[in-house]
């Protein structure tokens, strides 16, 4: 029998939210009184009414002002040299003017370049704080439940500061709205089942059985030249900076797992790189089919997945018109509608100034987790009740008319939760943004039963798949394979030396190589070079992708010395033209019947070698 596990959301005292959620409050916007620190504790009224003012200014994803280091982190007097050496039991960080929450020490992780810090607050279930630590920058993830999203990123004494509101993130923006419009009278009375995940029998039972672990699941970040151009507004090294975004959103969507009850896999991060150019137009759903079969990144795509080993991949973009993004939806049994290549399409694309909440929800979506039943397709599109899945998020009104939903719902307030039948939540007015005294709104369940008619547990859809998303990279990286071996060929010295190697397998890489030493330049499946006498020897060429590696068989290469040129045959002077009069006339008729007189002997000598 499954046990309800309650986790009651504390008040947070001044974090207030407004349309846009929580934001940070400067000693210039809210004026402070002597004290602690020289802060104070704002109204509520001031808190809310700053909060709508800036969310008008600058939309629902907004950089805000930087902050010197000691007003965001007020026991942190001087940056360290070295921030992956910072690793304290707790953590206190000032997210507005006079407050001030302090995260214990979770857990600390060393990687090659980075280490990685996790905090939690146990009097406040579901808030986290996950910072990533590079030798001259850290960057951190706030996560306060029901309200907003920071993300912090210290370089050179000071802070920038990135709002998110998770309510207002939606898969599509403004301009895909045409699109979701077009389909509404379709979807507005679906015949039960329709447009849902089509169970193919046998395949549920198998993937819930695969529930050991746990499984890494390998993401890759992808940026493009836009996010660039945001990046460079708050950091030096955008390379860096990217790896410690990336590296953030991973680990804070690990908590949000571990919060939902999803213990048989983490995410781990694979690697960040910036994709090609390519040619767009502001839509989300565009760029998605860039990156999918027969779009113009893709085959930049699929060699990017085998060379890092990545399960999934998310793109950010600094696409300006919305904070949300768009992902490759599966079916409820992990299979997509498209059955060739599966990790095709573990893909999904973001706004860069989005938060970890967006992150999670369009790679949820990857794995078959849906929106709510009210929203299955986009705002408004509802899916009937008792169609036999259970691959929803959950949304539910509390009882001061507040819209509060799980991941993938769409909702005004958010939990860092996935839909768990197993699992309560006791809303306050405090976690929501209302003024006055905190007042319990209720408490509720985050999911339903896979029987009950509105059925909503994208935790088990996690759980179900973890085994078949740990092994996507693996499903179409076969070992290398040749197919054409090189051929032994001899040539002179001066002229085009030339070898080639056909191969197949994904993610390939070459290196040719001379009586077992590598070839400078020598890394394409076509090699060739301007030969030189010390070039002979034998050639092989080593195949390999992150699977396995191949050597070909050896091609002799012989070189001659360069042919001497032959020697130029000094040209015959013509004779002088025959004289035209007749008679007498000095030399020119002398030199006439000789000219004859040689014509004929060669006739003569033609005629008898043709006889």
């Avoid at 447009?195 to 672990?213: C, I, K, S």
């Avoid at 009882?399 to 993938?408: C, D, E, P, S, Y």
């Avoid at 896979?450 to 092994?471: F, Y």
């Avoid at 080593?542 to 191949?550: D, F, H, L």
């Amino acid at each position: 029998m499954n046990s309800k596990i309650a986790l009651p959301l504390v008040g947070l005292g001044a974090v207030l939210i407004g349309a846009a959620g929580l934001q940070i409050l400067s000693d210039a916007t809210v004026p402070a009184t002597s004290g602690a620190g020289g802060l104070r504790e704002p109204a509520a009224t001031e808190v809310v009414a700053h909060a709508r003012s800036l969310a008008r200014q600058a939309g629902p994803a907004a950089h805000l002002p930087r902050f010197s280091l000691s007003h965001v982190f007020p026991d942190l007097a001087d940056a360290p040299a070295d921030w992956r050496g910072w690793q304290p039991e707790q953590i206190t960080v000032a997210p507005h003017a006079g407050l001030r929450l302090t995260f214990t020490r979770e857990q600390a992780q060393q990687t090659e370049r980075t280490m990685t810090w996790v905090g939690r607050i146990p009097e406040l279930p579901g808030a986290s704080l996950v910072g990533i630590a590079s030798e001259r920058a850290w960057d951190a993830i706030l996560v306060v439940p029901g309200a907003g999203e920071f993300a912090f990123h210290v370089e050179n004494g000071r802070v920038s500061v990135t709002e998110s509101a998770p309510g207002e993130e939606r898969c599509a923006n403004d301009e895909e709205k045409a699109v979701t419009a077009a389909m509404t009278a379709e979807y507005s009375a679906p015949a039960a089942g329709r447009y849902v995940p089509r169970m193919t029998p046998g395949v549920a039972e198998v993937l819930a059985a695969a529930t050991d672990g746990p499984w890494m699941v390998d993401v890759l970040l992808l940026y493009d030249a836009t996010a660039v151009t945001v990046a460079r507004t708050l950091a030096t090294d955008v390379e860096a900076y990217m790896e410690a975004r990336g590296r953030g959103m991973i680990e804070t969507a690990n908590v949000f797992f571990r919060n939902s009850g999803v213990e048989n896999f983490v995410w781990r991060f694979a690697g960040a790189a910036q994709v090609p150019a390519f040619a767009r137009d502001g839509k989300f759903l565009t760029d998605l089919n860039a990156m999918t079969p027969g779009g113009a990144l893709y085959s930049w795509i699929r060699d990017a997945r085998y060379r890092y080993g990545a399960d999934q991949m998310m793109l950010l973009t600094g696409e300006a018109e919305a904070p949300g993004g768009r992902a490759a939806t599966r079916y409820q049994d992990g299979s997509h509608r498209d059955q060739a290549n599966e990790a095709d399409w573990a893909v999904a694309v973001m706004n860069v100034r989005a938060g970890s909440f967006t992150f999670t929800h369009e790679l949820a979506h990857n794995w078959g987790c849906y929106h709510d039943r009210g929203n299955f397709f986009g705002t408004n599109l509802p899916t009937p009740d008792s169609d036999g899945y259970w691959c929803y998020g959950l949304r539910f009104v509390d009882n001061l008319g507040g819209v509060t939903g799980t991941i993938m719902a769409y909702a005004d307030y958010k939990l860092p939760y996935f839909s768990n039948p197993d699992l309560t939540v006791r809303v306050t007015s405090t976690m929501q943004g209302r003024a006055g005294a905190e007042i319990d709104v209720g408490t509720f369940a985050l999911g339903y039963t896979e029987t009950h008619p509105k059925a909503a547990n994208n935790a088990r859809v996690l759980r179900d798949h973890a085994a078949w998303m740990a092994g996507l990279a693996d499903e179409i990286a076969a070992a290398p394979e040749i197919v054409e071996q090189p051929v032994a060929t001899s040539v002179e010295a001066g002229q085009t030396l030339a070898l080639r190697v056909a191969a197949r397998g994904g993610g390939l890489y070459y290196q040719w190589k001379r009586n077992g030493v590598a070839v400078a330049g020598g890394t394409t499946a076509n090699f060739s070079k301007t030969a030189a006498t010390a070039d002979a020897g034998d050639y092989t060429v080593e195949v390999s992708n992150r699977r396995g590696a191949i050597v070909s068989s050896v091609a002799a290469v012989n070189v001659t010395a360069a042919s001497a040129p032959a020697p130029s045959t000094p040209a015959t002077p013509s004779p002088p033209p025959a004289s035209s009069g007749g008679g007498g006339g000095g030399g020119g008729g002398a030199t006439s019947v000789c000219f004859a007189g040689l014509v004929a002997v060669a006739l003569l000598v033609r005629r008898r070698f043709s006889d």
